[in-house]
């Protein structure tokens, strides 16, 4: 009996499959010519397992199997005996580790073609994702150190050691958020806020980090408060002002003389005159207008006090 007739596997050691001296049940497939050999088979007594395939498999099982070969194209599972599935490399592991040969593993199966005797599968699939199980013991709010990694538009690929994290331009301070270049370098190591999971990614914040400045800004300041600050930035629309608390408010162009008058870096006395919790403060530079001088104002021209107002404060 040729050895490729005794299984329909990959294993071709008869003394895995029976004794000398033992009694075999076995198919004759051809006499010689001079009637000096009988060619037997033993696998043909056993269903082809591709046949046996169709009744036991389907996309998406998860089954038991054994390693039996890796190669470069991925590593070889036998479902059972004559079975066998290929793993690509890119679905062995979610960190690069690859099983030893013999060793028993559970996959998915991805692709299943009887007619073409096609079996691709996936050990990764079977294992536990690790973004969920880095959530699970950095929940959030956790405070966790990764490595700057690369930059992806409008934010940065962090190394957290096993998996990735991602932090966006919004979550890196509570002010008017710059560049996410200007904030993070690559390579550098940095303390980070864990804000939950974006997909695969952990999410991560470092203005979490420090106390929201909105919530020291609102227990301190009203409406109608005239206080001195520090220009921030210059635009053809007005001017941001720093409130020491970290919060800026906008000083509109309609709310100053001359913007030419004002560059980055000087102080200006300004009252404020508008205000959206966690949003945005409006201030103004020029002096209030009293209400008995709007009324003095209009008395001959028959505008109402409402009116007036609306016109003089522009808001």
């Known amino acids: 009996m040729p050895k490729e007739e005794l299984s329909w596997g990959r294993d071709k050691n008869p003394y895995n499959y029976t004794e000398v001296g033992e009694r075999l049940k076995v198919k004759v497939k051809r006499i010689s010519k001079e009637k000096e050999f009988i060619f037997v088979s033993l696998r043909e007594l056993k269903p082809n397992p591709w046949k046996k395939a169709k009744e036991v498999i389907n996309e998406g099982k998860v089954m038991s199997g054994k390693v039996v070969d890796i190669t470069e194209e991925g590593v070889i599972v036998e479902l059972f005996e004559?079975?066998?599935?290929?793993?690509?490399?890119?679905?062995?592991?979610?960190?690069?580790?690859?099983?030893?040969?013999?060793?028993?593993?559970?996959?998915?199966?991805?692709?299943?073609?009887?007619?073409?005797?096609?079996?691709?599968?996936?050990?990764?699939?079977?294992?536990?994702?690790p973004w969920e199980e880095y959530i699970k013991k950095h929940p959030v709010g956790s405070k966790v150190k990764g490595i700057v990694q690369r930059f992806d538009k409008a934010s940065?690929?962090?190394?957290?050691?096993?998996?990735?994290?991602?932090?966006?331009?919004?979550?890196?301070?509570?002010?008017?958020?710059?560049?996410?270049?200007?904030?993070?370098?690559?390579?550098?190591e940095r303390e980070f806020a864990v804000l939950g999971l974006k997909g695969k990614f952990i999410k991560l914040g470092l203005k979490q980090l420090q106390e929201n400045p909105w919530e020291l800004f609102l227990k301190k300041y009203k409406v109608g408060d005239r206080v001195r600050l520090k220009v921030v930035s210059v635009h053809s629309f007005g001017a941001f002002l720093e409130f020491p608390e970290g919060v800026e408010g906008l000083l509109p162009l309609s709310e100053v003389d001359n913007i030419k008058d004002i560059k980055v870096g000087d102080e200006v006395e300004v009252r404020i005159i508008d205000i959206v919790p966690h949003s945005k403060v409006t201030l103004s530079a020029k002096e209030e207008t009293k209400a008995e001088d709007i009324v003095s104002e209009g008395g001959e021209s028959g505008f109402t006090l409402g009116e007036l107002l609306k016109k003089q404060m522009k808001l």
């Open 82 to 129: 004559g079975l066998e599935g290929i793993v690509p490399k890119d679905e062995v592991s979610y960190d690069g580790s690859m099983p030893k040969k013999w060793e028993k593993v559970n996959v998915k199966v991805l692709e299943f073609n009887p007619k073409e005797q096609v079996l691709i599968l996936s050990i990764k699939e079977t294992l536990p994702k």
């Open 156 to 188: 940065a690929i962090v190394d957290l050691g096993g998996v990735k994290g991602i932090i966006y331009r919004s979550d890196l301070s509570w002010g008017r958020p710059g560049r996410v270049e200007d904030v993070l370098k690559i390579g550098e």
